[in-house]
């Protein structure tokens, strides 16, 4: 009997991110991913203008979705994991295709300056919404940088974060960083993943534009009510 010996084929994943359109296709699932996070997101953090019963009965309620299939914050659990291992991908497929990427040899400098200013514009971007990430836990989750939080009552921490200067600052700034990083990525994506004709760019761009628009505003409106005092 003849020895196969024909090489295993590599699993579909690895082949998938070896090839550049591969990591591209992963950017584009995993920032679909993200998105429709920051959408239900930003529609939880609206609900700051229902008043404190409303706002805290709902952060209840996302504890105890699921319950008794699912344990106490499971369902919370399974979103944060889904979210951190899109963020990693995410951010890894960026990283090896910059690593791939090259500048034409004939591209003219406005075409060289407009490109560097978007991916200036999204790196910067996406290091500001990590750092980010990383102060929203600390503030909201385990409370550590919340000077007046309290631990069950999530309205109050929120209006509490928000009442600070520097909060305000930081928030602002990254809701800033989500709306120029959604709306370049967005249309940057489609481009990349080979939409050329013009009018359909042009209504990309468009729609990238709005999306961006209604979650950086939808996401600031708490943080200047709070600001204002229409929240207390």
Known sequence: MALDTRSKRPPV??????ATIGKKIIMALTGLIMIGYLVLHMAGNLKIFSGAK??????????TFGEPVLPYEGFLWILRVVLLGSVIAHIAAAVALTHRSHQPHRASKKKVLGRNYVTF???????ILALFVVWHVLDLTTLTVNTRAQAGHPYENLVASFSTWYGNVIYLVAVTAVGFHLW??????AQTLGVSDAARMRLIRQVAAILATVIAVGFALAPISVMAGVVQ
């Open 13 to 18: 994943a690895v082949t998938l991110w070896k």
């Open 184 to 189: 370049f990525g967005t249309w940057h994506a």
């Open 54 to 63: 409303k706002f805290n009965d709902y952060s209840h309620w996302l504890r």
């Open 121 to 127: 514009t999204m790196r910067s971007g996406g290091v």
